[in-house]
Structure formats: C-alpha cells, structure tokens
C-alpha cells in the first residue's frame, strides 16, 4: 500500500522569504502522479502543482516549484517570494497511474502561516 | 476551466432526517466523483468512489446503506446522508476527475458544513 508523510506539522515563514515543504512516500509502483494541494481558511482545496513520476523535469507554477527525487521518494514543494494569502494547510498526495478513478492517498498536512 | 460547486455550502437538520448534498462540476465532464469527509484539522478521508451510471464503490467501514451516492449525469453525482445523527455532523467534500488533458487530476468543490442537531 502507498503512503504520504509529511513530518512538518506546522511552518512559519516572513512575507518576501521563501520556504520548503517536506513530502515523502513509499511505493512500490514506477508510473505515478505526485500533487500538492492548498487548503486555505476557506477550507476549499486548491491544485497548487502536479507532477509526472516519468518526467525528470521538476514542474513549476510561477511562484511554486517542486524539487523530486524519485530514487529518494521525495517530493518537496518549494514557495518563493511568499505572500499572505499563501497561509493555509498545504497537502502532498500520491496517485497511481491509470485514469481518473484511482485514489489520491493524502499525507496529514503542514500548516503554513506566513507572517506580515 | 475545471470548476467544481456543491451545494448547499452550510445544512443543519435535526436527527433522523436526511440531508442530499449535489456535487457539479461546471466546465468539464467528469467520469469520476469522489466524496471525502474531513475532520477538524485532519486530512480527507474518502468515502467513496462514482462513475458516472454505475454503483459506488465505498471505503472499508463506510455504510453505504447511510450514506447513498448516485452518479446520474457526466456533471452531477450526491451523497445523501440518511436518518442523519450527531455524529454524521462534518466536512463533507466532493471531488471530480476526468477533465480532457488531465483526466486523472482531481478538482474539489468547496464544501458542505453539515451540522446534525
């Protein structure tokens, strides 16, 4: 069975300052997504970013980047240049390949409050 | 593009009633819906799993016989919760994939706060 953790339950960053969420996995499969989702106040889940297992190139999304190591299992999600509305409970998932009625495994969450 | 609303956003109801949550999604056609629910400051935990024209398949420990899915529409799936308790009272959030060039992408509606009296 697959698996997400993520070990930051919260983080704190200044506004302007970049900081990085840690994700981890464990799975036996070789074609897979990994996604990070944004869970502000609102409590909407938001798609931040989305990533290929086969595709070495890291995805970006402007301020959101991600660096994966598939050999490590890792898939951190980077945030530059931080703003106020990037607080929220971001969350890392896993997916195996193989069309849209495969499950998302979800990782239990780090809360980022970025601070004025 | 890839909008996903639900509806009602807030329901209270008294127990023993029941309560029909709808899913959409707006701009695309979703072949799966999800139906996860979240506790305070927890991660989601899903319910089930519907294709559109096909029975859902639920999560272990999930009485699908209490809360009912139906899929009817490529753009409509709801979770009615029957004979509602206290302890039904959470966050329930759908989800919908299958949107063309991400089919396997989930996108979530906003979320319905049941409250059970």
């Known amino acids: 069975a697959q698996t997400v953790t993520q070990s930051q339950p919260e983080m704190s960053v200044q506004e302007a300052e970049t900081v990085t969420l840690s994700c981890t996995y464990d799975?036996?499969?070789?074609?897979?997504?990994l996604f990070w989702y944004k869970q502000p106040p609102s409590r909407q889940m938001i798609l931040v970013i989305r990533?290929?297992?086969?595709?070495?190139q890291n995805a970006t999304e402007n301020r959101f980047s991600v660096n994966f190591q598939k050999a490590a299992k890792s898939f951190s999600l980077k945030i530059s240049d931080s703003q106020l509305g990037d607080t929220a409970m971001y969350f890392c998932?896993?997916?195996?390949?193989?069309?849209?009625?495969?499950?998302?495994?979800f990782g239990t969450g780090t809360l980022l409050a970025v601070q004025p | 593009g890839a909008v996903v609303s639900q509806h009602p956003s807030r329901v209270i109801c008294k127990s023993g009633t029941s309560v029909k949550i709808e899913c959409r999604s707006l701009?695309?056609?979703?072949?799966?819906m999800f139906w996860y629910r979240q506790f305070p400051k927890k991660s989601l935990m899903l319910m089930a799993t519907?294709?559109?024209?096909?029975?859902?398949?639920?999560e272990q420990g999930v009485e699908k016989d209490k809360f009912l899915i139906n899929h009817a529409s490529l753009t409509l799936s709801t979770l009615t919760v029957t004979s509602a308790h206290p302890e039904d009272s959470s966050f329930y959030i759908c989800?919908?994939?299958?949107?063309?060039?991400?089919?396997?992408?989930?996108?979530f509606g906003p979320g319905t706060r049941l409250l059970v009296l």
């Open positions: 990533q290929e297992a086969y595709k070495q």
């Open positions: 799975t036996s499969e070789n074609n897979y997504y």
């Open positions: 519907s294709n559109e024209g096909s029975k859902a398949t639920y």
């Open positions: 998932a896993f997916m195996k390949h193989g069309g849209a009625t495969n499950k998302l495994i």
């Open positions: 701009d695309f056609q979703a072949t799966t």
């Open positions: 989800s919908a994939a299958g949107g063309s060039g991400r089919t396997e992408t989930q996108y």
